[in-house]
């Protein structure tokens, strides 16, 4: 059963306008969480990460945005650039252990 | 830093043939991690080594998987006798902190006829 799950396969926004990409898990024991992004014929790339402790996190364009009541978490990109299609996964741990549960991944296309 | 290094990076092989993966860390990193990727099952952990140990094999699908890492530059994962279900792309990762695999190579991908 997919404790982590991306419900939308793909999301098309318009060059300078925000992407949201979303997340839900099922776990409410997860407490640490990460966001990847990747290209075609590459490897994931990390992006973002977040505890419970926190309800947002920061990193230039990127903030991602965590509901422990909804069991939800969200990448928000302002403003999008065409460099940032890609596919974008988030993955759920407990406790920082590294039996981290991804996502199937939201391919994100950037409209210039 | 070249990065996580894998491979080959495509495999073509016939079923019931020995497939072995090579991956080589970014210099430093102490833990390791094998990923394999489906359409089904999406990315899904596999193995994890931290300062060269298995720590957590419980992703490993059966016994013709094995993995090794003998040293800290080195570690293969290794399909015998492979069948078509393990057609998938094969990642390795590294990290030097907590918190889950940081640094992901270009993945194999793997074809078995």
């Known amino acids: 059963d997919q404790q982590v799950k991306q419900n939308s396969p793909s999301l098309s926004v318009q060059e300078g306008r925000i992407s949201i990409l979303n997340c839900d898990y099922t776990?409410?024991?997860?407490?640490?969480f990460l966001w990847y992004k990747k290209y075609p014929a590459e490897g994931p790339t990390f992006l973002i990460s977040i505890s419970s402790i926190k309800d947002k996190n920061e990193d230039g364009r990127f903030t991602v945005f965590l509901n422990k009541s909804a069991k939800h978490l969200s990448l928000h990109i302002v403003p999008s650039q065409p460099g940032d299609s890609a596919v974008y996964f988030c993955a759920a741990s407990v406790n920082t252990g590294n039996q981290f549960y991804f996502g199937t991944g939201t391919s994100l296309t950037v409209i210039p | 830093d070249a990065g996580v290094i894998q491979s080959p990076r495509h495999e073509v092989t016939e079923m019931g043939q020995e497939v072995t993966l090579r991956c080589k860390p970014i210099s430093g990193h102490n833990s390791l991690f094998w990923y394999r990727q489906t359409m089904m099952r999406g990315l899904e952990l596999l193995i994890y080594?931290?300062?060269?140990?298995?720590?957590?094999d419980s992703g490993m699908p059966e016994d013709r998987f094995s993995a090794k890492m003998p040293n800290a530059s080195f570690s293969t994962l290794k399909i015998q006798p492979s069948e078509p279900r393990d057609s998938a792309v094969y990642f390795c990762a590294s990290s030097l902190v907590a918190g889950g695999p940081r640094y992901f190579g270009p993945g194999t991908r793997l074809t078995v006829t």
């Open positions: 776990n409410s024991m997860f407490d640490y």
């Open positions: 080594f931290n300062n060269n140990v298995p720590i957590d």
